[in-house]
Nanobody
Framework: VQLQAFGGGLVQAGGSLRLSCAAS????????LGWFRQAPGKEREFITA????????YYSDSVKGRFTSFRDNAKTTVYLQMNSLKPEDTAVYYC????????????????WGRGTQVTVSS
């Protein structure tokens, strides 16, 4: 499955952004979707994972309560709503997909979209 993430940009601290991840030519049915981010000089970090079949969602402690992952009813796009953004949220954000079920391990995701830059100014 080919993925494309978009919606990044520059926002002030405390602001909001919504990222989107779309599948090319198919739906996400049967997949688990993950969002990760990578700041300069740091490892790629897990943010949230969403199971398309069960609807269950898992968030990292760093974003819990501020970020929400959800899908559209046509099952072709998953969103990451980011609220109360902080400068430390600045990173390139990636969406990823796997058929192996919900996971926080980036190695479990064979399909990755191009990242989208999110910059939060203080």
């Amino acid at each position: 499955v080919q993925l494309q993430a978009f919606g990044g940009g520059l926002v002030q601290a405390g602001g909001s952004l919504r990222l989107s991840c779309a599948a090319s030519g198919r739906t996400f049915s049967g997949y688990a979707l993950g969002w990760f981010r990578q700041a300069p000089g740091k490892e790629r970090e897990f943010i949230t994972a969403f199971s398309w079949s069960s609807g269950s969602t898992y968030y990292s402690d760093s974003v819990k309560g501020r970020f929400t992952s959800f899908r559209d009813n046509a099952k072709t796009t998953v969103y990451l709503q980011m609220n109360s953004l902080k400068p430390e949220d600045t990173a390139v954000y990636y969406c990823a997909a796997t058929t192996k079920g919900i996971s926080s391990n980036k190695e479990a995701y064979p399909y990755w979209g191009r990242g989208t830059q999110v910059t939060v100014s203080s």
